[in-house]
């Protein structure tokens, strides 16, 4: 279920839902091998840049986890209907897409299992204006390999905005049976990397200053 859909669903039961909360900012932690051959180490970080920087501490020669590109991957990005919403459907203001090329390997480059608290989202990448969120909706924890995070962040840029090759915004929702991560979505549109990530791109107006999202 998307959180456009919760939005409505929101609506029509009033106050129950308003009791359950909206998500707030939540820390992310990673699990993953920081030195090759030993055991994996869990850190806790504000995003993706934090627990990086928390790796080199580790091991200076971090060279990363390249995710191994494989069949499933490409029928994800690929399937029918897309596993992805755009971000004029939903009024996400969009981030620049040349940022978020950038964002989509830094991705890729650490690799891991990302957990996200209960009812929680997290900015887990930003440059300039542009973002890359998680937004946990669901009552329990969510947890996610990058080799996931990264399929659905691909989806959204390969399917979103190619009309207007500047902008991409949009959200790729876990499914609703998904064994760790359901009732969570990765969303990418527009952030203010120099403000601390209580905003989402839901809550900007859209288009932003990065420009419009037209599909293809
Ligand atoms: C293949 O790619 C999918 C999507 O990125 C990922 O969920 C899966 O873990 C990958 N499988 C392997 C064996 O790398
Ligand atoms: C170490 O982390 C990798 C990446 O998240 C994971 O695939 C693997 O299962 C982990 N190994 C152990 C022993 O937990």
Redesign the pocket.
Request: proline share 20%; aromatic share 0%.
């Given at each position: 279920m998307s959180r456009f859909v919760l939005a409505f669903f929101s609506l029509a039961f009033g106050l129950a839902a308003i009791a359950m909360g909206a998500p707030t900012v939540g820390k992310l932690q990673w699990?993953?091998?920081a030195v090759p051959g030993q055991?994996?180490v869990t850190l806790v970080g504000t995003d993706v840049a934090d627990i990086y920087k928390q790796i080199l501490h580790i091991n200076p020669n971090f060279i990363g986890?390249p995710l191994p590109a494989n069949d499933s991957f490409n029928t994800f990005v690929q399937s029918t209907p897309p596993p992805y919403q755009c971000g004029n459907d939903l009024s996400l203001a969009t981030a620049n897409q040349g940022s978020v090329f950038t964002l989509v390997g830094d991705i890729n480059r650490i690799?891991?299992?990302w957990n996200l608290g209960a009812n929680s989202y997290n900015r887990l990448l930003c440059r300039d204006s542009s973002g890359i969120y998680w937004d946990n909706y669901n009552s329990k924890a969510a947890s996610a390999?990058a080799a996931d995070v990264y399929a659905r962040a691909i989806a959204i840029v390969g399917g979103c905005c190619l009309q207007t090759p500047n902008t991409v915004s949009g959200l790729s929702s876990f499914p609703d049976n998904h064994p760790t991560a359901s009732y969570s979505d990765i969303l990418i549109g527009q952030a203010n990397c120099n403000d601390p990530a209580a905003t989402l791109p839901f809550n900007y107006g859209y288009p932003g200053p990065n420009g419009v999202c037209v599909p293809s």
């Open positions: 699990n993953g091998p055991p994996n986890n690799g891991g299992t390999s």
